[in-house]
């Protein structure tokens, strides 16, 4: 059973940045693929970012691509979501997700976390 801790969220203004990060425990973090989903008030969870066990390969969603960084580091067992030039838009409840090997774009993942609240006000 793994368990996912998100931290670093909070308020900030549009063009700001933001380091969000989820702690992992109870399980052998090196191999699970790592993901963010984000969950906005009246919408449906989706996808942000996600990386493979191995830290090798990301995925991004086209509304954050080239604004967002997903990374990982494996000793820690942390994996990290460097948000920058945040817009109102990105306000949501943002969600670490761990599954086995296999990063997917798809809220296909076994352990979540409870999640942590970003707010970009303009």
């Known amino acids: 059973q793994v368990q996912l801790v998100e931290s670093g969220g909070g308020l900030l203004q549009a063009g700001g940045s933001l380091r969000l990060s989820c702690a992992a425990s109870g399980g052998a973090f090196s191999m699970y693929a790592m993901g963010w989903f984000r969950q906005a008030p009246g919408k449906e969870r989706e996808f942000v970012a996600a990386i493979s066990w191995r830290g090798g390969t990301t995925y991004y969603a086209d509304s954050v691509k080239g604004r967002f960084t997903i990374s990982r580091d494996n000793a820690k067992n942390t994996v990290y979501l460097q948000m920058n030039s945040l817009k109102p838009e990105d306000t949501a409840v943002y969600y670490c997700?761990?599954?086995?090997?296999?990063?997917?774009?798809?809220?296909?993942?076994?352990?979540w976390g409870q999640g942590t609240q970003v707010t970009v006000s303009s």
């Open positions: 997700a761990a599954r086995r090997i296999v990063a997917v774009t798809t809220p296909e993942y076994a352990y």
